[in-house]
């Protein structure tokens, strides 16, 4: 199954591919995480992208199309594979097209009056890519999974939610309408509880 998961930031994309991830043995694929994984790394693209991630901006189009064309290109993505955050564009989405074709896209959709409150309390867990909310974790400094300690992202406070909305509106919501007009967009609900999110899922998934 080849599957891309779209929605805005916040909308659960990474708390739902960790459980898709291990439900149906996909690899997930996070062109976040990378980019993080980089810039934790101080390598070359991660001193590329670093500055321009903490904007809330969109990374350049050919590293991104590169990163993750080599990325599809490992052995344990020939069975499928699971895109999160990729394409984010209409540019990205054409460039994925000619090196591979999704199954199906789900559109996570969450009101998005409803995504500063879910980023500004995010947790984050660098170690096993846990997505976690303090309404629900509290003060705890530890990863509820690993055990790893609990970060807060860079670009989880207001003003960059605030430029990563705008950003998602006006390049990545197009998206919606491509993939709809390819018969490949199913949209699930994001405004109810994780369990019932990735109910939804299932069924769409089979
Ligand atoms: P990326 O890491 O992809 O961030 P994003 O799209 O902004 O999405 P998030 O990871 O913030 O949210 P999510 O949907 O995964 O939500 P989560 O499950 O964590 O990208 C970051 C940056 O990298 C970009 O801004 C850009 O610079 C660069 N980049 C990445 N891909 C790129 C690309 N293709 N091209 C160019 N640049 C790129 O959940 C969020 C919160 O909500 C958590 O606290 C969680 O606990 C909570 N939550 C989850 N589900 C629910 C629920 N059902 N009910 C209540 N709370 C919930
Ligand atoms: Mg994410
Ligand atoms: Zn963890």
Do not use: W
């Amino acid at each position: 199954m080849k599957l891309i998961l779209l929605g805005a930031p916040g909308s659960g994309k990474g708390t739902q591919a960790n459980l898709i991830a291990e439900k149906y043995n996909l690899p997930h694929i996070s062109t976040g995480d990378i980019f993080r994984e980089n810039i934790k790394n101080e390598t070359p693209l991660g001193v590329k992208v670093k500055a321009v991630m903490n904007t809330g901006d969109l990374c350049p189009d050919d590293l991104t199309i590169e990163m993750v064309k080599d990325r599809l290109s490992k052995d344990d993505c020939k069975n499928g594979y699971m895109l999160d955050g990729f394409p984010r564009n209409l540019t990205q989405a054409k460039a994925l097209d000619e090196f591979a074709t999704p199954d199906v896209v789900i559109d996570i959709d969450v009101e998005l009056a409803k995504i500063e409150h879910r980023l500004v309390g995010r947790r984050s867990c660098p170690k096993c890519a846990g997505s976690f909310h303090i309404d629900f974790i509290g003060d705890r400094q530890n990863c509820p999974i690993c055990g790893e300690k609990l970060i807060i992202r860079k670009d989880d406070n207001v003003e960059t939610v605030k430029e990563r909305l705008s950003v998602y509106k006006s390049q990545t919501a197009p998206l919606i309408d491509y993939y709809k007009n390819k018969n490949k967009l199913r949209v699930v609900n994001g405004d109810q509880s994780i369990d019932k999110v990735f109910c939804e899922i299932k069924k769409v998934l089979g």
